[in-house]
């Protein structure tokens, strides 16, 4: 099993700053891409950026330049900064991650995994 944990999301105001991390544990052999999504209120989920194992980044158009994704794989850990942030970012971010995990008797498996979310509200 491999968990992940987001932290960092809160309540800032137009035209501020947040960084999200997210922090992958559990039996990882290893991780491919790593990800943001984020679902507004009363609208579905969507793609905010992904970061594959050899650091290739896509962003959705809404975020270009404004928000980086990164990770630190010696820490199965991806970070989101996001600057120059607008109310229309307000959503439930979510960190995604997919690899394989150890079994028992040392095979593996593919995994596919969601952090539990983490609230954004940009707002005066």
């Known amino acids: 099993q491999v968990q992940l944990v987001e932290s960092g999301g809160g309540l800032v105001q137009p035209g501020g700053s947040l960084r999200l991390s997210c922090a992958a544990s559990g039996s990882i052999f290893s991780i491919n891409a790593m990800g943001w999504y984020r679902q507004p209120p009363g609208k579905q989920r969507e793609l905010v950026a992904t970061?594959?194992?050899?650091?290739?980044?896509n962003y959705a158009d809404s975020v270009k330049g404004r928000f980086t994704i990164s990770r630190d794989n010696a820490k199965n850990t991806v970070y989101l900064q996001m600057n120059s942030l607008k109310p229309e970012d307000t959503a439930v971010y979510y960190c995604n991650a997919d690899g394989y995990s150890y079994l028992p008797g040392g095979s593996r498996m593919r995994f596919g995994s969601w952090g539990q979310g983490t609230q954004v509200t940009v707002s005066s």
């Open positions: 970061i594959t194992s050899g650091g290739s980044t």
